[in-house]
């Protein structure tokens, strides 16, 4: 003989194992329709290098890791099962469809339930496509040199160490601008870029080196100081002959 009682709230006779607390399932899943639900209804997608906004730009493949941190829930326990992603339109703007399945406790049972949302793609410019665009640069690099020869394998070790980062379409070099005579300056998109060129040539061509630094204004939400580096590199001809 099956054991029912009476779910105190629609007044069914229920199977003992289909209470939850101590109402019945029913009742339970009208009183506590979806636990789930995400802080967001949609995620930032920079249109120039398909980066999304979590908490910071990360690359697209992190789409989960941001939903992920924008699910709130409203019992004490949540476990993810699994979770789909699908690329997906909405009324003519891109989407992306996301599908949790996960389960919690209650009463000492075990719920399992899915969960799903449409969210928008806001297209948008990151803070770092949107420096490329206005020819933004926050380093110069002087490469100096005797006479009207350039220093041989200075300018491909430049182009060798840019190559990672134009791969990943972040435009190195703004501009060069060659002097009438004995060099050129580079203007150098982001500092860190700059500071790896410049490391990489003083190690193979051991050039006379100096940094400078220039106020450029002041960062408010940072409250920093911003400063404009200029990083001189001179060639000689015999150090130029030693590296090769
Ligand atoms: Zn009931
Ligand atoms: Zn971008």
């Not at 639900?37 to 949609?42: A, C, G, M, Q, R």
């Not at 789409?63 to 003519?92: A, C, E, H, P, R």
């Not at 501009?175 to 580079?186: F, R, S």
Request: net charge positive.
């Amino acid at each position: 003989m099956v054991l029912k009682l009476m779910c105190p709230k629609c007044g069914r006779q229920v199977k003992k194992e289909e209470f939850l607390g101590k109402i019945c399932r029913v009742c339970f899943e009208e009183q506590n329709p979806e636990p789930m639900t995400l802080k967001i209804s949609s995620i930032p997608l920079c249109t120039n290098c398909g980066k999304i906004y979590g908490h910071k730009w990360l690359p697209r493949k992190q789409t989960w890791d941001v939903i992920k941190s924008n699910i709130k829930f409203s019992q004490d326990n949540l476990y993810v099962i699994s979770y789909t992603l699908k690329d997906i339109i909405m009324s003519g703007r891109q989407g992306v469809q996301v599908n949790i399945r996960y389960y919690y406790k209650h009463g000492g049972k075990k719920i399992v339930k899915t969960f799903s949302k449409a969210l928008f793609l806001k297209t948008t410019t990151c803070p770092v496509c949107g420096k490329i665009k206005g020819n933004y640069h926050e380093a110069i690099i002087q490469i100096r040199y005797e006479g009207k020869e350039e220093p041989k394998g200075v300018w491909t070790l430049i182009e060798q160490t840019i190559r990672p980062y134009e791969e990943e379409n972040t435009i190195a070099i703004q501009d060069k601008g060659y002097l009438k005579t004995g060099g050129y300056d580079l203007n150098i998109t982001l500092k860190t870029i700059a500071n790896t060129i410049v490391k990489n040539l003083r190690n193979a061509f051991q050039p006379e080196y100096k940094i400078s630094h220039r106020l450029v204004g002041f960062d408010m939400p940072a409250s920093k100081k911003k400063y404009k580096t200029t990083y001189m590199l001179r060639f000689k001809p015999k150090q130029e002959a030693e590296s090769l």
